[in-house]
T-cell receptor
Framework: GAGVSQTPSNKVTEKGKYVELRCDPISGHTALYWYRQSLGQGPEFLIY????????DSGLPNDRFFAVRPEGSVSTLKIQRTERGDSAVYLCASSLVLHSGANVLTFGAGSRLTVL | DAKTTQPNSMESNEEEPVHLPCNHSTISGTDYIHWYRQLPSQGPEYVIH???SNVNNRMASLAIAEDRKSSTLILHRATLRDAAVYYCILDPGAQKLVFGQGTRLTINP
């Protein structure tokens, strides 16, 4: 597709449930990022992939959060035993590293997660 | 991670130029300076980036201080559609981008 696609756009779940959020990056972009954004805050880094492997997962808040990218394209962010504090917009981005070395990200519209 | 400092908010009038400042006194020699903006209910959008020289594109201009410790994003003629949160970010190259709080820009008609 032309842009980064995220599904679902909205997800409402109950505390304790399991949630999966999907990201379909721009074709040919090797790097893929997950961020989450709470109301009134800037995006908070969670994890990024270079190809199939997680190059930096230092932003994952705890072991309830996990992300995969098995074929180096689509990625899934998985949240186990959801808590009300997990409510946020989860943003995915993919990137093309320019010949200059600069890293330009293209973001999706986000998946809004509400945990009741 | 190198940090940037931006004003929390700024206000300008439609059809006037807007200068959004950013301080990054701890920038390293290889860090790119990036600007993204986020319109309401959308993901962030790339605006412009530079290393040492001033840069222009169809969206904006980026003026970088000679010592690289600060930069200014310039919107030459603001429209109501430019109302957004603007983020100044340092990019060490092929790594994560760390967003701060950004500057919320309000454009008055």
């Amino acid at each position: 597709g032309a842009g980064v696609s995220q599904t679902p756009s909205n997800k409402v779940t109950e505390k304790g449930k399991y949630v999966e959020l999907r990201c379909d990056p721009i074709s040919g972009h090797t790097a893929l990022y997950w961020y989450r954004q709470s109301l009134g805050q800037g995006p908070e880094f969670l994890i990024y992939f270079q190809g199939t492997g997680a190059a930096d997962d230092s932003g994952l808040p705890n072991d309830r959060f996990f992300a995969v990218r098995p074929e180096g394209s689509v990625s899934t962010l998985k949240i186990q035993r959801t808590e009300r504090g997990d409510s946020a917009v989860y943003l995915c981005a993919s990137s093309l590293v320019l010949h200059s070395g600069a890293n330009v990200l293209t973001f999706g519209a986000g998946s809004r997660l509400t945990v009741l | 991670d190198a940090k940037t400092t931006q004003p929390n908010s700024m206000e300008s009038n439609e059809e006037e130029p807007v200068h959004l400042p950013c301080n990054h006194s701890t920038i390293s020699g290889t860090d790119y300076i990036h600007w993204y903006r986020q319109l309401p209910s959308q993901g962030p959008e790339y605006v412009i980036h530079g290393l040492t020289s001033n840069v222009n594109n169809r969206m904006a201009s980026l003026a970088i201080a000679e010592d690289r410790k600060s930069s200014t994003l310039i919107l030459h003629r603001a429209t109501l559609r430019d109302a957004a949160v603007y983020y100044c970010i340092l990019d060490p190259g092929a790594q994560k981008l760390v967003f701060g709080q950004g500057t919320r820009l309000t454009i008055n008609p």
